[in-house]
């Protein structure tokens, strides 16, 4: 069996899922998506990461979502 590329201790960034060996967390790459970054352009930012823990990141917070019940939304209206 693979071992994870993603990890969550509580010594490591308060126990939130990073890639495993580094401090980078999924909810920060993420924030780098959202900001307009690439696969290849958050590789140049981080060198020391690789594409297939990038790619873990997201199958795993998509991975959490799925797995997430949704609820309906109810916005009051103005």
Do not use: C, W
């Amino acid at each position: 069996m693979d071992e994870p590329m993603i990890i969550s201790d509580p010594n490591i960034m308060v126990g939130k899922p990073v890639i495993k060996g580094t401090r980078i967390t999924v909810e920060h790459i993420l924030q780098e998506f959202n900001n307009g970054l690439s696969i290849d352009g958050i590789l140049e930012e981080y060198p020391y990461l690789t594409r297939e823990g990038v790619q873990a990141a997201l199958r795993f917070a998509m991975d959490s979502v799925r797995m997430t019940p949704a609820y309906p939304i109810h916005r009051a209206s103005a």
